[in-house]
T-cell receptor, first 114, second 113 residues
Framework: KQEVTQIPAALSVPEGENLVLNCSFT??????LQWFRQDPGKGLTSLLL?????REQTSGRLNASLDKSSGRSTLYIAASQPGDSATYLC?????????????FGQGTILTVHP | NAGVMQNPRHLVRRRGQEARLRCSPM?????VYWYRQLPEEGLKFMVY????????ESGMPKERFSAEFPKEGPSILRIQQVVRGDSAAYFC???????????FGSGTQLSVL
């Protein structure tokens, strides 16, 4: 069974801290991996997408890395802000399908307090 | 360019009733996906459709659930004879092509009384 595990399940930090969210997956033949943000009562916003041939992607204060051999991805958030508070989900697209059938982790609930 | 539009945002049904969830993909997107998020669980893939075709329904329960994406109009996820276990958030996503990034709607929260 293909699974995605996200650690920690919840994280509370003071504003300004740099933090790392972890995602591990059992399927080594992934096509790409995405990090999403989910705000309460809202949909998912795609933050970063890393193709299997890439090692990392950056957008502003966010940096995501991918290590296919170890089945791990990390999302690094620099200088966290209260507005970063949300649930962060990682999801991978398994190789072998030509469409967006994603397998999601259960998420990390992040709270950044002033 | 409006995002993926889902309606209603909240839907309350009694056991045995039918639920119809609608999804209008982003303009120019012909690929639609439905995902379900049960309480305390992650999002699970249900079904993938292109215009007038169901491509992959491997994640959809075999009974009571159906989906369509007609040539004109929104995609519809239909749940017949709802039960309490169907209570969940149902998300629709669209993409311009098969392996492009998915854009998600805000979801429909279904509550079955």
């Amino acid at each position: 069974k293909q699974e995605v595990t996200q650690i920690p399940a919840a994280l509370s930090v003071p504003e300004g801290e740099n933090l790392v969210l972890n995602c591990s997956f059992t399927d080594s033949a992934i096509y790409n991996l995405q990090w999403f943000r989910q705000d309460p009562g809202k949909g998912l916003t795609s933050l970063l997408l890393i193709q299997s041939s890439q090692r990392e992607q950056t957008s502003g204060r966010l940096n995501a890395s991918l290590d296919k051999s170890s089945g791990r991805s990390t999302l690094y958030i620099a200088a966290s802000q209260p507005g970063d508070s949300a649930t962060y989900l990682c999801a991978y697209h398994a190789g072998g399908t030509s469409y967006g059938k994603l397998t999601f982790g259960q998420g990390t609930i992040l709270t950044v307090h002033p | 360019n409006a995002g993926v539009m889902q309606n209603p945002r909240h839907l309350v049904r009694r056991r045995g009733q039918e639920a119809r969830l609608r999804c209008s993909p982003m303009k120019g997107h012909s690929h639609v996906y439905w995902y379900r998020q049960l309480p305390e669980e992650g999002l699970k893939f249900m079904v993938y459709l292109q215009k007038e075709n169901i491509i992959d329904e491997s994640g959809m329960p075999k009974e009571r659930f159906s989906a369509e994406f007609p040539k004109e109009g929104p995609s519809i996820l239909r749940i017949q004879q709802v039960v309490r276990g169907d209570s969940a958030a149902y998300f629709c996503a669209s993409s311009p092509a098969g392996l492009e990034k998915l854009f998600f709607g805000s979801g429909t929260q279904l509550s079955v009384l």
